[in-house]
Each structure stands twice: as C-alpha cells, then as structure tokens.
C-alpha cells in the first residue's frame, strides 16, 4: 500500500516541478503536457488505493497546483528570463505607447481640466472640454447631461471623468499668441531707465 502511494506523491511533486519549470524553459507546450499528464497519473494512483485517498490527491492538486502557479507568476517577472522578455523590470512604469502627436499630446495634458457632460454618461459618453468634444467614460457612476466633469485620467486614449463642481479654468496662454519681449519696449517690459555701471 505504501508503494502506490509514494509513487503518487512523487508523480505530484514531479508535476509541481514541471509547472515551474515550464515559466523558465521554453519547451513549445512539452513540459506543461508532462505536468498535466503527471498530476492526472497522481490522482489515478491515488484512486487505485482507495477512494478516499484518490479524493485527497484531487484535493491536493486543486489547492497546490494554482498555489504554485500564482506564486510562480509573481515571481516570474523578477528572473533574469522575465525581466528579458519583458523589456522591463518590476515596478517600471509601463510606457506610454500612444504616438507622440499634437492630439496625444493634448490628451496628457487633460487630467485635472474641468468641463461639461454632453450626453448621459452610463458610463461611456461624450464630454466637452475647452470647446473639443470628446469620448469619455464616467468612473464615479452615471453623470447627467450638462453636468460638470473633470478629468482624472487619461489611460490608452481614452478619457476617465468624475462629476465635480469646480468652475472651469481659463485655457492657459500658448506660446504662439503672448508677445516675444523682444517685439515689447522697454516701457511696456517696466523696466526703468538703466544706468550705466561704468560712469
């Protein structure tokens, strides 16, 4: 009796080795078979013993195996392979992946701008911010039609909005349309007459 029931932990243990392994060993699918096929040859030999330890290795494998798989995927990304694959270490931020265009641009700039719910938003809609129209979706619930939004996020071009009742700001300035102080006299800049530091 204690034969096929070694035989049944170590096919276990064996299965277990394997599902890590196969996070760290490109095998095309081979190595995730022989697990699979190692833990059913588990359970089968547990069977063969008796009833009630074929349902003990079932329950074994159904809390071990997404034990050891949710540990492995967590650390996973902090091996050398992981880190490779993803381009990236654990904790990095993700890069942005939107084009570095005039419109991507204007999206980054939005979180905190205030503006007005065009439509019910249930939770996706349209909103009008700074007198562009926009696809947004509502993240704190439904938002009525003409009722005051501001921007919390933007993530993956896509507008994330919150009912709030802040005022709208005034558009900053661009740089194209305030004056160079080079084109302004001196009168106009405030500067007082400059004496000479050499007289």
Known sequence: MEGPLFWSFVLLAIGLLLLVVEFFVPSGGLLAIACALSLLASIVIGFLVSLTWGMIMMLLVAVIVPIALAITI?????????????????????????????????????????????????????????????????????????????????????????????????????????????????EDLGIEGLDDPLA
């Open 74 to 186: 967590r650390w996973w990304p902090h091996t050398s392979m992981g880190r490779s694959i993803m381009n990236r270490h654990p904790g990095d931020v993700p890069p942005d992946v939107l084009p570095d265009d005039e419109h991507h641009r204007k999206l980054r700039s939005l979180p905190g701008r205030v503006g007005e719910a065009i439509n019910d938003m249930l939770p996706n809609g349209f909103v009008r911010i700074d007198g562009e129209k926009l696809d947004a979706v509502s993240i704190g619930g439904v938002i009525d039609a003409g009722q005051r939004i501001e921007v919390v996020r933007v993530e993956a071009g896509k507008v994330h909005v919150r009912a709030t009742s802040r005022r709208p700001e005034p558009l900053p300035e661009s740089n194209d349309q305030m004056e160079s102080p080079l084109e302004q006299s001196i």
